[in-house]
Structures are given as C-alpha cells and as structure tokens.
C-alpha cells in the first residue's frame, strides 16, 4: 500500500528521515517543471528545487497540515526563487498555454510544414518569452500555474496563499497585459497570413 504524505511526514517527524526521500520522489519531477517553465531556466529550476526540499526538510516541524503538503513545498520555491539572485525573469509557454492566456492562435496552421516555419515558430516563442518577463512576479507566477499546470482557481489560491478573488484578477490582469504586449506581433501574423494566402488565390 503506498503511504500517503501525511503518513510519510509523520514517519520523518518521528525520525525516520528516509520518509522523507519518498516525499522528494513523489513531487521533485512535478516542481522542477513547473519551476523550468516559471523561471526559463533548467539549471535555476534544478538550484530552486534542491534548495527548496531542504527547507523543506528544515521546516518540517511548522508545516500544520491545513494545505497540501505540495502545496506547502512550492510556496517554499516561490520564496526561494524569488529571493535568489540567479532569478531571471524569463519563463517559457507552451503554444497552447498562448492561445489560451491571449485569445489568439500563434501558430498559422497552413504553413506548418513550409521550409520556414521552424523559424518562425521560435520567434514566436522569443516574443512570447520577451513579453511574459516584462510581467511582474505575481501576475506571472498565476498565470503559469493556470495555463501550464492547469490549476483550477482555488487550487492556484491555495498555492500562493491568496484570495481567490486576487487569482482571477491576478491572471485576467496577466492575460491584458500579455496580450497587449503581443498585439504588434499577432498583427504582423495575421498580415503575413493574409498576404500569403493572396499569394495562393494569384
């Protein structure tokens, strides 16, 4: 039977410490790809997350059991993060998490196979990169969980330990933003569509 989190923090807290590699197991894969794509950087997120576990580990003792202990851990990472000076304010998205967080397709889908399209689509991604590290900390780290991790809005609250409320305005200030930040950018797809697709009918 596998034990729950709850039985493993008590096992370390009664000093069977291995109990606690368990835990590490359980979330490190999950934490460092959320900490990759919050950060933009696989060496950062790697710093952040060993160091975040054994805070974690330090901390043991304070942790009341009235959130998710995954939940507990990446407010840990949050605070590690955002006091390292290896922070960079860059973060990757998925194509996907774009269209989503913007209202715009940033993928044109009938020239994906053209000889260019590699290119093109990691300019995109560039942009993209660009306009979500000039986004402040906060409105960042809401949007992330919500589009790349797929949280529900009190799941998100319950990560930052903020109100429901702040998260939707949080994320819905995020996406004007973002999407303010890329207008020059959707438009000149959107005209480069258009002429090709003249190009087409000629």
Not at 1 to 10: G, N, R
Not at 91 to 100: A, E, I, K, Q, Y
Not at 135 to 155: F, H, P
Not at 164 to 189: D, K, N, W
Request: negative net charge; hydrophobic residues 40%; contains cysteine.
């Amino acid at each position: 039977m596998t034990p729950t989190d709850e039985h493993l923090i008590a096992a370390c807290r009664n000093g069977q410490t291995e109990a606690f590699s368990t835990l590490v197991e359980r979330y490190q894969e999950r934490l460092f790809h959320t900490l990759a794509v919050t950060l933009g950087s696989a060496d950062d997120a790697r710093d952040v997350a060993q160091e975040a576990f054994i805070l974690a580990f330090q901390k043991l003792h304070t942790f009341r059991e009235q959130s998710a202990f995954y939940s507990w851990l990446f407010r840990i990472a949050l605070n590690t993060a955002a006091s390292s000076k290896r922070r960079k304010s860059r973060t990757t998205v998925s194509l996907d998490g774009v269209r989503d967080a913007t209202g715009e397709e940033p993928v044109d889908r009938h020239h994906e196979q053209a000889p260019d399209y590699a290119l093109e689509s990691n300019e995109r991604q560039q942009r993209v990169r660009a306009a979500l590290a000039e986004l402040t900390d906060e409105y960042r780290d809401a949007l992330v969980l919500k589009e790349i991790e797929g949280l529900k809005y009190e799941e998100i609250a319950e990560r930052l330990a903020i109100p429901v409320g702040t998260v939707r305005s949080r994320i819905h200030r995020a996406r004007l933003e973002l999407r303010e930040r890329l207008s020059g950018f959707m438009a000149e797809e959107a005209e480069r569509s258009a002429d090709e697709a003249g190009e087409m009918d000629d």
